[in-house]
């Protein structure tokens, strides 16, 4: 190789790297000093994963995000819409509630700034109760002190709902998972429902440390709800998955989603995406429920649309995205 056409190589090639690095600066210039992702209550999935996305955000992209504690999804999707969060874990079925202006939180008020960015896992709905109480189902909780998930949150909103449907009478406390997990050792409550990616980290705990027996729904108890509430679907949770637990347990699921709003800057919003989406191995050391956060996943979302950039890291790997789905 001759002299000027090695000379002729250094500069292409130095010029290639300015122009990159000129493209990142520019791509960054609109980015957010921080980043807030709204999680849940401490002990749940919410919390575990939330946090290790910040951490994980933080160091792979350089900018500073951290998981704050919130009520959960009702609370995460008002706090994005309003620009307070820059990124919320939100389960769809109150999610589009939001969307549609009918969330309990913020009744009117249409959520239609808030866009998707990528699949999370889906949310198993069960209980848990201390073996000597003889709870094998949810019928078995009428006329018992149950905890119900935290206000605002997915299992503070729905189980209420599903216990009403099915005429059992409860009186209820809404408490985050780590408090109703102490509240049901010291016999303050005889079950605590909850609603999170599987294990449940307050689950495995209790199983770990006393005789518990988790349960979920009889075949007519489970037809009913599923008739009753479309944007739920048949989910069973494998024996073993908690210590103690001999038998599945039969249930229904939500599918999570991580939000933004409309505002995040496209190459943020694509970098975030593109980050989750391609090391699930990381994402699944943060929590095991993460086994779900796959790129073909992002199809049980038919309402929210997607952010401009999580729509362009999608189509990248060959997924297009219906325009009805593109914001």
């Given at each position: ?217 009889t075949p007519e108890e489970l037809e009913t709800i599923l008739e009753e509430f479309p944007e739920v679907a048949s989910y069973t949770i494998p024996a073993g998955t908690y210590s103690g637990q001999e038998t599945d347990d039969h249930t229904v699921a939500m599918w999570n ?71």
């Amino acid at each position: 190789m001759n002299h000027r056409l090695t000379r002729w190589l250094i500069v292409v090639a130095t010029t290639l790297v300015l122009s990159t690095t000129g493209a990142i600066a520019q791509d960054r210039s609109d980015w957010p000093r921080s980043l807030t992702i709204g999680t849940a209550s401490v002990g749940g999935v919410y919390f575990v994963y939330g946090n290790g996305l910040a951490s994980f955000i933080g160091e792979a992209l350089d900018i500073s995000a951290s998981g704050e504690i919130t009520g959960g999804p009702v609370q995460n999707a008002t706090l994005v819409q309003m620009g307070e969060h820059d990124i919320g874990l939100v389960t769809m079925g109150p999610m589009f509630e939001a969307w549609t202006g009918e969330s309990e939180l913020a009744p009117g008020i249409p959520h239609t700034d808030v866009r998707a960015l990528f699949p999370m896992y889906e949310t198993p709905f069960h209980g848990i109760a201390l073996s000597r109480s003889g709870i094998e189902s949810v019928g078995d909780l009428d006329g018992m002190r149950v905890s119900v998930g935290p206000a605002g949150g997915t299992a503070g909103t729905y189980w209420p709902r599903f216990l009403e449907t099915l005429e059992v009478d409860v009186r209820p406390s809404f408490t985050g998972a780590s408090d109703a997990a102490s509240q049901l050792k010291d016999g303050l409550i005889d079950a605590f429902t909850f609603a999170a990616g599987v294990p449940i980290g307050a689950f495995s705990q209790l199983a770990a440390e006393t005789d518990v027996r988790t349960f979920g729904f009889t075949p007519e108890e489970l037809e009913t709800i599923l008739e009753e509430f479309p944007e739920v679907a048949s989910y069973t949770i494998p024996a073993g998955t908690y210590s103690g637990q001999e038998t599945d347990d039969h249930t229904v699921a939500m599918w999570n989603f991580a939000v933004a709003h409309s505002d995040m800057p496209e190459s943020l919003a694509y970098e975030i995406t593109r980050l989750v989406m391609e090391n699930n191995d990381r994402m699944v050391q943060i929590h095991a429920a993460a086994r779900a956060t796959l790129p073909e996943n992002w199809d049980n979302n038919s309402f929210l649309p997607f952010h401009p950039g999580a729509v362009r890291y999608f189509e990248e790997q060959g997924i297009e995205i219906p325009e009805d789905l593109q914001g």
